[in-house]
């Protein structure tokens, strides 16, 4: 395993740890996309399927159960536990244009027509998009608190180094995946904007909320539709 690849790991690690301790501390789900978690929660199950089947390493294991487990117990926090602090007002990004044209694009463009290949790959395809509802939620509220601000900083850093992670293996290993590279790099042009204001407004990290440059402006932000760890068989989201 690369250093590129295990600091992708634990940046994902950290994000959602970051989340989760933002809300048992806080007692409060108040600027955190539950639509969000939900697809997260959905990208994990169906891409650790062949945790029934296979036994790759006590790292990859590991690893699987803690996302799933984490995603789960975020899911329950926000719907559940702590739903009267849940603001689905703003949440309202309509998720089924997600869900449904992924689904046939995992039908259409796979490695193996088979159920576990088709699900995998759903599952790297909508986890390119499944931070939508979550930045579309800020677009629309026009802050969101320090702490979210972080959550989504170390979600875009796991992705930038799981980039180079490929690259690194495509000169070194041979390894190239199509599939997982080009989710990969539309996951992280989705972060681009974010994070080029969590680099240049260092200030905004030690406020209590976070602007975006668009809703400085006083516009509203439009978000179109445009993989943790996601190497097929050594890591933990790539199975």
């Not at 199950?45 to 089947?53: A, C, E, M, P, S």
């Not at 603001?87 to 998720?95: A, I, L």
């Not at 406020?207 to 539709?225: F, L, M």
Request: charged share 15%; with cysteine.
């Amino acid at each position: 395993m690369n250093i590129f690849r295990l600091t992708g790991d634990l940046s994902h690690l950290a994000a959602i740890i970051i989340l989760l301790l933002k809300i048992w501390k806080s007692r409060s789900c108040a600027g955190i996309s539950g639509k969000s978690q939900v697809l997260f929660a959905l990208v994990f199950t169906t891409r650790y399927l062949d945790l029934l089947t296979s036994f790759i390493s006590l790292y990859n294991t590991t690893m699987k159960v803690i996302y799933i487990g984490c995603s789960y117990a975020t899911v329950y926090l926000i719907y559940m536990k702590l739903k009267a602090t849940y603001d689905g007002n703003h949440d309202t990004f309509r998720v089924e244009f997600l869900i449904v044209p992924v689904g046939g694009l995992a039908f259409l463009v796979n490695h193996d027509f088979s159920p576990l290949e088709i699900l995998w790959t759903f599952s790297i395809y909508l986890e390119s998009v499944a931070i939508l509802p979550q930045l579309f939620m800020i677009s629309k509220t026009g802050e969101a608190e320090t702490i979210t601000t972080h959550y989504l900083f170390f979600l875009g850093l796991y992705r930038a180094l799981y980039l180079i992670n490929w690259i690194w293996r495509f000169y070194f290993e041979g390894f190239f995946d199509m599939i997982a590279i080009v989710a990969g790099v539309v996951q992280t042009i989705l972060y681009c904007d974010f994070f080029y204001l969590y680099v240049t407004k260092g200030e905004a990290l030690w406020k209590p909320t976070y602007q975006p440059r668009s809703a400085a402006r006083g516009n509203h932000v439009h978000v179109s539709t445009r993989d943790a760890p996601m190497d097929r068989h050594l890591i933990p989201i790539g199975r």
